[in-house]
Each structure stands twice: as structure tokens, then as C-alpha cells.
């Protein structure tokens, strides 16, 4: 069974009723709603405002996988909890960040860099697959299209991905490296572009499909590691022969 954890800052639903419209328990819900559907996955959610934002240490302990979401409140989100995000990644845990979450402080503290890129509201996207035998991109069409989404574009300030699974084309012109993956510790990270909260981009099937093969690239091949340490070998293996 893969524990996935769902969080989303659960803001944006609540204060815009043309939001709210699409996703009226919330992108998190949404999200969590199609992944359920497959019996090998044990989900829960949580949001922004919940204790510790709903992602406490046991919480963490328990997720495989979080899917994470995230805008309006970027830079409110305690230190200590993004921190504590940095660490289970390190030890194992899948990380698969949405849209926004480019800017999140968990992502920026693992890669390491700026995160900044172009945007414009309201386009049209063509998501082409530039890594056709990913486990991400398994059953996904060569190229399909996002009819509305907030265009992204480069340059996208991120380290060198190990694979760019699929890349981003607009209307308005802008490419876009749009679903990218790292190693960081022992933990999987996949960054995927789309998603804009104004457009009902995760009720798209192909959209689904790529989300639902990320969990499970994503999750840990082996049992998490409890921590990692820096420890002294006080008995060297050879002393012994």
C-alpha cells in the first residue's frame, strides 16, 4: 500500500466563488478524489491552515508520497515545516510539486535555486512528451492540449533536471521545461507545470494518468529510512580479517 498525502493551500476555493465553481471541496480533494480510485493507494489531505499545516512529524513518517500545491501563501508557510519536508524527501519520501509550488519554500530549499520563470494568464498549452519511455509518461499521448492555462515560460531558474519528461508549448509562444524530475537524498522529486487554479486542468484525463504514474515513480523502492546520519566508524570492517 503507498501512502499519499494531498496538501494544498485551500485558499484560493474559498475566496473566489468562479474558483470555488471548479473545484468546490478544493484542488486537493479533486486530486486526492481520482487517485483513490486505484486500491493500492492509501491517501489523506491536508491543508494551510491545519495544526502545523497538516503536515506534523507523524504525518510525514506516514506519507510515501505528498502531492503538494501551492500560491497565495508561499512565503507563510513555517520554516520548520518546510524544513521537515526537506528531511523525509532526503530520507525517501516521493515529493511530486504542482503549478505554483515551483515557489513553494520545500522546493526551493532541495534544488537550491531562484525557482523564477516568465507567466502570462490565460493560454493555450501543448504538452509535448520529450521522454516517451518514462514511467511518468506511460499511456500518455505523444502531444495533447491544455485548452486554458497560465502560461509558463523560460527561463525556468532550476538545476539541471535528471530527465525533462515533458516540455511546454503556448500559444502566446513560451516553451517551457513543464514536468521535470530530481534525485535529492534518497527521495524522487517531479516538478509538473500545469494546474492553474482557474481552469479545471486536473479533471483532464491525460492530466490524471501522468499524476497517478508520478506516485508511483515516485514512491520509495524500499522502506524509508528513519534519518540520516554522518556516523564515526569506530571498528573498521577490515580490522577483522
Known sequence: MTKVTVWNEYYHEKEYENIR????????????????KDKEFSVRTATFDMPEHGLTEEVLSDTDVLVWWSH?????????????IKDHVHMGMGFIVLHSGHYSKPLKLLLGTSMTLRW????RERLWCTAPAHP???????QFEIPQEEAYGEYFDIPKPDDVVFMGWFASGEVFRSGVTFT???????????????????????IQTILHNAVYWAKPQFRKREH???PEIKIPLESSY
Open 120 to 123: 502570462r494568464h490565460d493560454d
Open 72 to 84: 497565495a501563501k508561499q512565503e507563510e508557510l513555517s520554516d520548520e515545516v518546510a524544513n521537515r
Open 136 to 142: 511518468i509518461a506511460a499511456g500518455v499521448p505523444m
Open 228 to 230: 540520516l546520519d554522518c
Open 21 to 36: 465553481k471548479i473545484y468546490p471541496e478544493g484542488i486537493h480533494r479533486c486530486i486526492a478524489g481520482f487517485l483513490e
Open 184 to 206: 535529492r537524498g534518497l527521495g524522487k522529486i517531479f516538478y509538473f507545470q500545469p494546474g492553474h487554479e482557474e481552469y479545471p486542468v486536473y479533471y483532464q484525463k491525460e
